[in-house]
């Protein structure tokens, strides 16, 4: 299983989840790149390894710092699949529209990808 969440800070120092319908659409390289220098944390858990992508260097230290899991940044990150999968940068990330069609005014905050056997 593997699960996204998103979190932005706002003015306030408040964080709120970015919803999957505001990437719809992005490639993986293009919303890594429009998070560099955001106060943006992406977390990643690959069947129960925490991993995450931060917006800037004082992100990463403090998830780091925390022992939460791997912090890296997302120019970290882009340069990691560039190497080993750079396939994956090209992905577009999915709409969840489906949902919306189904209940009206719903937000998606948590989506997670189940692997088959």
């Known amino acids: 299983m593997i699960m996204i969440a ?10 709120h989840h970015v919803y999957a319908a505001d990437l719809a659409g992005k490639t993986l390289l293009q919303f890594f790149q429009d998070s560099v220098g ?7 858990n690959i069947e129960g390894r925490r991993l995450f992508f931060c ?7 403090r998830m780091n710092r925390a022992e939460k899991g791997e912090a890296i940044s997302f120019d970290q990150a882009i ?4 190497q080993i999968r750079p ?5 577009k990330i999915p ?6 069609d189904v209940f009206e005014g719903c937000e998606v905050v948590e989506h997670k990808i189940l692997g088959g056997a």
Do not use: F, M, N, Y
């Not at 998103?6 to 964080?15: A, L, M, P, T, Y």
């Not at 917006?55 to 230290?61: D, F, K, L, M, S």
């Not at 709409?95 to 919306?100: E, K, P, S």
């Open 87 to 91: 396939e994956l940068l090209a992905e």
């Open 79 to 82: 340069q990691r699949l560039k």
């Open 38 to 44: 955001r106060e943006i944390v992406a977390e990643v």
């Open 95 to 100: 709409g969840l529209d489906i949902v919306a």
């Open 6 to 15: 998103i979190k932005q800070r706002d003015e306030s120092g408040r964080w």
């Open 55 to 61: 917006g800037t260097e004082h992100w990463r230290e």
